[in-house]
């Protein structure tokens, strides 16, 4: 199974009546998700609000989300993969052992409870965070939630979510899939758009020490990356572009000040359901918008030589399997 | 601005119907009556038409983005365009990108779009992928036929209030008009149900049926004075027996303009995938006795593609028919988005049924001018491969050809293999050029008249229909060469059509609060702002009315 | 940074409905108060939210721009990234977190321009 099922916020507010969080921290990464979009909201159909809805938070260690959760299960750190296993085999009502069990530091009883309460909801939907995520098993521990959630619907209603977080990440997945089919981790080396995560996504191409120059915008690389990836960015011409100097705009060769987006810089957010927001700035900045400088950047480069010269290339190339 | 000169020209909004005649197009892109002393292109010998236009495709928004992101192994074996100096680069396929959609349209001809299935909260998303496709002009249409506040209007019996607020979301939405799919079924959906006879109260309703809201909703459209009648999908869609549904749909529409989308979805009987058999003859039957009724085909081409549709429920059931990837998108009390890839195989007794629908409704409705070419792009088939439909039209050689591949117990099921009928260049125009043009109310579209815009596809004449189509000589927009000779010459920015129907301007302060309770943005930023349609042209439905 | 009274006799200037792009809830109810250098209240604004609005104002804090550590213009900033970059046999774009639609369109169109290599956070 691959793909994604699932809905708008709005959804969980109106229709919601279990809700899990695997692996997130909302009361301190997105303090409003609870109050605006999931568990405090009143509707049509879940009149009394908080009290027709129950929450389960699954998480490694007691965050200041389980304050506000009915039941909290507490999975050993690295077993998410096993008990999102284990629970679409309960679901199905396929044989666990008990051994098995017991690995992710849960009961059997904890489980089969939260089973039914899952078959039993009439609308679920799951947020899963960055401990899910980002930790052992990544991407395959999200497909295996997200493989839960569908196979949820021959029972009830359920649908999955990231819980996409910093700034407007979700708005760069979406541009650059309608313009080049990808999400992330894009190569135009060719001259069109290929995707190979791995090996050109950007502390991959940094650590080999592929690229001979970056452009980091929206992003503070020097200050989050691996030691031996900095080194590169070191290395190389690197433009940055950010309201702030940053660790990146120490190491490099030029940086460009802009207005911070939302509040000096008019446009367009996304929100982690891929719902686009219309930003309304306060404050006119003295520096100018990145949507600006970028431009700029871009017009200044169409000035110059193309790297590839007119005519030597097809203006089309199809690759048959 | 340019002069065809010397060619067949086969106009069918001005019966011209292979002549030779001169086409002259003005410094605005239109044609004209003067002579231009400017660029001239010797047409003799050549096929000169109006360029295509599309009623019903999915090009640009959420849905068509989603099937991008699940299709990532399409992308890397398909036909890839290079970038130059001044073009963007992009990849075709099963869900191409926004520049290539652009290209690969405009490549065969086709000069002007209409994405079908919009959600007003994500239509600031669409805009700005419609912007992305270079070329050609675009129009958009708003999914309504499960919005709840519209929905709960209807059940109170409150027309006028219903009518106000569909106008209201097609301004906020800076669409077109108006799309309605399984009326009824998706809102039900949102329960994990459906709502497959249009007599049975919707889930969570207690009157209100899908009957209901196809007769309001057609009525809604007429009344506001849009261009383009209520664009609907039935419901019931894809199941063997949905003819009953089908017709009992149609019937809920006398008296009104419509359009139904991707008939072929909708034309089957028999009981079960055991027994599915084409029931064209009957749909068709429909269409030729009832000419304010028109249709586009939806038909379906062998091989594999990405199935999109705000018909949630039944893709929930072809994901589990299939087990193969399934995408689901629920949007606030609006509608849903449903995504699963398939592969038509010729093999499958079902695929070959339905293959067969598409192309038995294009040759059983008499009037080219009642159904269109569309393959529901990508849910039949990617739109890229319309020249080989149109190949199919033209030779009943090439369908018994085709037909011999498919299973043999498929005999009584089809009606194909009886047709004589073959269509002919006048035919071809008007299904994929001036009859979709009609039908979507664009006056300056699919028509060489004076005055009209200068979009014109030129073919070199060949044996080969097929090769033909997929290849024109040179296609125009606005008097510009875009494609010539299989080049790329330009891709000049395409216009974007909305419609401004009249609604009581107290339609604000009643939606406020009934859009409080069930959205989660504010009401202030959720209409489109105009400034963010790019080259808006805008059709004053009221003024329209009072003329 | 605590929100401080204006001093000036003028009042407040008020945005309704704005928008904050600190996490992925992007809420768009927030009103911010403002006197044109820098916003000194977002109402409705969480913890992390109104630290976001109140910690950037329109003060020139920054040199506009800096060329290998020594203070530029924006124009020679821009003609020296558009060197660095044309130059590059294999240059990266990489970020687009925080900032706007619109820029990361410009940005995408860069790297297909110089035939580069695109990516953002998500990759992390």
Redesign the interface.
């Known amino acids: 199974m691959g793909g994604k099922v699932t809905c708008t916020l709005g959804e969980v507010k109106q229709r919601a009546d279990f809700i899990i969080y695997w692996g997130g921290n909302p009361a301190e ?5 609870f109050s ?2 999931t568990l405090m909201q009143k509707s049509k159909f879940l009149p009394k609000g908080r009290k027709d809805r129950t929450m389960v938070l699954v998480d490694i260690r007691e965050t200041k989300s389980v304050k506000a959760s009915d039941i909290f299960l507490q999975v050993r750190p690295g077993k998410d993969f096993e008990l999102i296993t284990i629970l679409r085999a309960l679901v199905k009502e396929q044989q666990v052992t008990d051994e098995q069990i017991e690995e992710t530091g849960l009961s059997r009883e904890a489980l089969n409870d939260l089973v039914s309460r899952m078959k039993a909801a009439k609308f679920g939907c799951m947020f899963f965070g960055m401990g899910l995520s ?1 930790t052992r098993g990544k991407h395959m521990n999200s497909a295996a939630l997200l493989t839960l959630a569908a196979e949820m619907n021959a029972f009830t209603k359920f649908v999955a979510m990231p ?14 899939r309608w ?2 089919g990808f ?9 069109y ?1 290929r995707y190979n ?1 791995g090996e ?4 991959d ?2 650590v080999r020490g ?10 503070d ?1 020097g200050g989050t990356m691996p030691q031996p990836a900095i080194n590169h960015l070191k290395r ?2 690197t ?1 940055v ?5 940053t660790h990146t ?1 120490k190491l ?6 802009t207005a ?13 359901d891929e719902i ?5 700035p ?10 600006e ?6 017009e ?3 000035k ?1 030589p ?3 010269p007119e005519g030597s290339m097809p203006q089309m190339v199809t690759e048959q399997v | 601005m340019l002069r065809i000169t010397g060619g067949k020209v086969y106009d069918p909004a001005n019966k011209i119907d292979g002549q030779i005649k001169d086409l002259n197009i003005d410094a605005d892109g239109k044609f004209s009556d003067g002579q231009c002393d400017s660029r001239t292109i010797d047409a003799t010998g050549m096929i000169v038409m109006p360029g295509g236009v599309d009623v019903h495709t999915h090009v640009a928004g959420g849905a068509i983005n989603f099937a991008r992101a699940m299709t990532p192994e399409d992308h890397r074996r398909t036909q890839a365009f290079i ?1 130059t100096k001044t073009r ?2 992009g990849l075709g396929g099963m869900a191409p990108t926004t520049f290539a959609t652009g290209y690969l349209y405009a490549g065969m001809g086709w000069t002007t779009v209409n994405e079908a299935a919009v959600p007003v909260l994500s239509a600031r998303h669409t805009h ?1 992928e419609l912007a ?1 496709i270079p070329i050609v002009d675009k129009s958009t249409l708003t999914l309504m036929a499960n919005n709840e506040i519209m929905l709960d209007q209807m059940e109170a019996g409150e027309y006028e209030r219903a009518r106000d607020v569909v106008a209201w979301y097609i301004w906020a939405a800076k669409s077109y008009g108006v799309k309605a799919v399984n009326p009824g079924g998706v809102a039900a959906w949102k329960w994990g149900g459906d709502a497959r006879n249009l007599s049975s109260p919707i889930e969570g309703y207690n009157k209100l049926t899908p009957g209901t809201i196809v007769t309001q909703l057609a009525r809604i459209c007429d009344d506001l004075g849009l261009p383009h009648p209520m664009h609907l999908h039935c419901n019931d869609l894809g199941a063997p027996g949905n003819i009953k549904t089908t017709l009992d749909t149609l019937k809920h529409l006398e008296g009104s303009r419509a359009h139904i989308a991707h008939s072929q979805y909708h034309a089957y009987g028999g009981d079960g995938w055991e027994t599915i058999c084409s029931a064209t003859a009957e749909l068709a039957e429909y269409f030729n006795s009832h000419p304010n009724i028109t249709t586009d085909a939806g038909a379906v081409i062998f091989g594999d593609t990405v199935t999109i549709t705000a018909d949630g429920p039944w893709q929930h059931l072809l994901y589990k028919l299939t087990g193969r990837k399934w995408g689901n998108l629920d949007v606030e009390n609006e509608t849903g988005c449903g995504i699963v890839p398939y592969t038509y195989r010729p093999s499958n007794l079902v695929n070959a049924v339905q293959w067969a629908c598409g192309l038995e409704l294009l040759l059983l409705i008499q009037s080219p001018w009642q159904v269109f070419l569309s393959t529901d792009h990508p849910n039949g088939g990617c739109f890229w491969r319309y020249p080989e439909i149109i190949k199919l039209l033209m030779s009943r050689d090439f369908r018994d050809e085709c037909i011999k591949k498919l299973p043999s117990n498929i005999k009584n099921k089809i009606v194909l293999p009886e047709i004589a009928r073959e269509y002919t260049l006048m035919d071809v125009a008007t299904s994929m050029s001036a009859g979709p043009a009609r039908a979507l109310g664009l006056k300056q579209k699919g028509n060489l008249g004076t005055g009209c815009d200068g979009d014109v596809v030129i073919y070199d004449q060949e044996d080969d229909p097929g090769e033909m189509f997929a290849h024109p000589r040179y296609v125009i927009k606005a008097g510009e060469v875009i494609i010539d000779d299989g080049e790329i010459r330009e891709a000049p920015d395409g216009r974007e059509y909305i419609a401004k129907p009249f609604y009581d301007p107290a339609t604000n302060d009643f939606m406020r609060p009934l859009f409080e309770d069930c959205y989660t ?2 009401f ?2 959720y209409p489109v702002e105009i400034e963010r349609v790019h080259g808006a042209s805008i059709h004053d439905c009221k003024n329209d009315q009072d003329s | 940074m605590s929100p401080t009274a204006s001093k000036s006799d003028t009042p407040l ?1 008020v ?15 927030i009103q ?1 108060h ?1 006197d ?4 000194h209240k977002a109402k409705k604004a ?4 109104s630290a ?2 109140l910690n ?5 804090k ?7 550590g020594k203070e530029a213009t ?1 124009d020679e ?6 060197r ?41």
């Open positions: 990464c997105h303090p409003r998700h605006k979009y980002m819980m996409r977080g910093h700034g407007n990440v979700t708005g760069a997945d979406v541009i650059m313009q080049t999400p992330f981790g894009i190569s135009f080396n060719r001259g758009p995560p050109f996504s950007t502390i191409v940094l592929d690229c001979d120059a970056a452009f980091i915008i929206g992003a690389p190389i011409p433009i572009l950010d309201p702030h100097i705009s490099a060769r030029v940086h460009i000040t911070a987006q939302g509040i000096a810089a008019p446009g367009t957010a996304y929100r982690m686009p927001m219309p930003l309304k306060a404050l006119k900045s003295p520096y100018p918008s990145d949507e400088v970028v431009r700029r950047i871009n200044a480069i169409a110059k193309f790297w590839l | 970038r963007r680069s700005e992305d943005m504010q202030e930023n | 200037q945005i309704d409905n704005a928008t904050c792009t600190f996490c992925g809830c992007v809420c768009d109810d911010l403002h044109e250098m820098r916003i969480c913890v992390l939210g976001w609005f950037h104002t329109a003060e020139k920054y040199p506009s721009a800096l060329i290998d924006v900033a821009i003609e020296e990234a558009a660095l970059l044309h130059e590059a046999d294999m240059p990266l774009v990489y970020g687009m977190s925080n900032t706007t639609c619109e820029a990361q369109k410009e940005c995408a169109a860069l790297a297909d321009s110089l035939g580069g290599l695109l990516d953002s956070h998500t990759s992390l």
